[in-house]
């Protein structure tokens, strides 16, 4: 970690940045968009009034009462000490000052930390690095949460990161690494890594700073400092509950998992201890490998994680692992960024259904991220022969008339390999949830909806396939079948084609991203569908008879289908995605099954769930034509963008046998100057 700043002057940086041509509008284009998503964020908060923006700020010798009176100021009495002048501004200055300050500090953080990427840094990563994470860090729950007046986890991070990375002496950095830990005390971690790492000056001086700091702080507020190093164990329970789950920390995890008193301050204790041991030696390891920025986001995800409090805006740390890089396949190496940014972009409960199982994962899911980065995740040395050269991924070649007649570039090109199993989960979890955020929030006019209803119906009358209303009674009249048809509706729609995908993943990778890309396809033209046609289905259409068999009488006005009532949006019905699945099942099972029986079942599938859609009055005839269309066109943009299942006969798939004995097909090798790294 020696001469981090003449490292990180002469790291060859400066020659590509602000380069020309493609990179060049590249560049600029994601300034834009990190530009665009500050003032996004400085009005989302700039909406709140001044005077409640305000209510939770007490300072000493400014608002009346104690530091701590308030119930919402956490920071440390040195931060009080520090935003005591900010007083003297009017509320609205001092609101737009702050949110101003804020965002320039994170867009300092993103180009601070872009100069602090390893040797030898692509052109492309120089140049795209600083605004590709600023606007990473700008939509991240960090940022978006250290807006609140007395949050100051920001401004810690870009010291330490000016101190490791721009400072060249050894003192004045470590009097920046020490202010950093006056105003987030868990940073202090960062003096046993300098140590660890040689600049002892360094480490020295940052444990100086930060008692200098403190003792200034117990002088100037001694009531302060004894109620937030004392009372509450360096602000535990200040502001929120411990167990509360903005305390994103060992110890808020164990409280949440219901251990209390002394039991659970002896095992945080000692988590705490160990985790600090192995994540400071790993940080020390990369760090004398030349990974800086690696070590240093390392060394405060273990800071947040054991301090007594880790609150969620004090993890921007998390964001900054992704400079670590991870697995031997080029195919390998989006996940751990992927991992990164979703967790530290989105809700918990889109990244994981909310079952009761998964509640301790879903709850502390960036925690676990700052844990994994500390201390489980096997980043690759600098020596490591795929540092450099990972193994390359292997496309096929692309079918030689794909695009005669279909005006599209060719961006989309046939991959030959098994992908990354933990990023499709991640990509199908998350590609669902959005699915069902945006069907949900679709139109839902009643009067749209029914009126879209009764064309529907009419245009059936005309077709002479209006047949729902028949079924729909026949149905109930027969109570075995309404219950078959109840079952199938409510219980086949997502186990099927889970269950397809699952299996090509396993036995035919080739096969699982043609289905898979198609499915994906077929399910936004859909939501494109819902979007602009809400349709009423035959149950929520008055006057016509229908009966719901599945959730069973319906006040149409205020329609009741259990615990989904308020999230589902019922008049997302054209196209119907139960039959268009469905459908989707069939055709690949029938197109890929081996055997007669097998292909029968895929033919059965679609066949029974069209009339079960129709039997329960859930949708129209016409619902299930649109889902046919959607699937087809899902189908047809796959063979247009990539070719047909089969590719050419120049690159014909060998059959090979698997250790289970079933013939698989196996791409044949092809050259390395093909292969896409």
Known sequence: MANAAEHSSANGHAGVIGGSGRLGAARLLLWALAGALAVRQAAAVLRVPPGEWLSGLHLPGGLPGSLYDGGQFTGTPFAGLVLKPLLGLAAPSLEVAWICATLLFVAAIGLVAARGLPDPVPRRTALLAAPVLTALMMVSLPVREAAPPGRTAVLPVLLVLLAVFRVPGERPAGFLIGLAAALQPALLLFAPLLWLTGRRPTAGSAAVTFVGATALSWAATPRDSWTYWVQHMAGT?????????????????????????????????ALAAGLAWIGLRRAARYAADGQLLLAVAMTGCVAVAVSPTGWRHQLLWVLLAVAGKVGRRAADRPVWPVAVVLAMTLPSDVLLPNLAALAPVRDNVLLLAALAAACAVPFLPRSSPYWREPVPTAYGRPAAARWARVPLLPFWRRVLSRPNLLLELLLIRVGYSLYSHIRAAAPTSRSLAEGNGSQIHGIERMLGIDIEHAVNHAVVNTPWLEAFFNFYYTSFHFVVPLTILAVLYWRRPGDYRWARASLGLATVLALIGFWLYPLAPPRLMPGLGFIDTV??????????????????????????????????????????????????????????????????????????????????????????????????????????AGEDGEDRDQPLPIPAARASR
């Open 551 to 656: 959730h069973g009488p319906q006040d149409l006005a205020n329609p009741s289908y259990g615990a989904m009532t308020a999230i589902s949006n019922q008049y997302a019905a054209m196209p119907s995605l139960h039959f268009g699945w469905s459908l989707w099942c069939g055709i690949v099972i029938v197109v890929l099954a081996p055997k007669g029986w097998q292909k029968l079942l895929g033919v059965l599938h679609p066949l029974i769930t069209v009339c079960a859609i129709v039997a329960t009055a859930n949708h129209w005839v016409l619902d299930a034509v649109g889902g046919a269309a959607v699937v087809a066109a899902g189908f047809g943009l796959v063979c247009a963008l990539s070719g047909p299942r089969r590719l050419s006969a120049s690159l014909p798939a060998q059959r090979t």
């Open 237 to 269: 329970g200040l502001g929120v509950a411990p167990d509360s789950l903005a305390n994103q920390s060992v110890h808020g995890a164990l409280l949440r998992l219901g251990l209390t008193g002394p039991a659970e301050i002896l095992l945080y204790v």
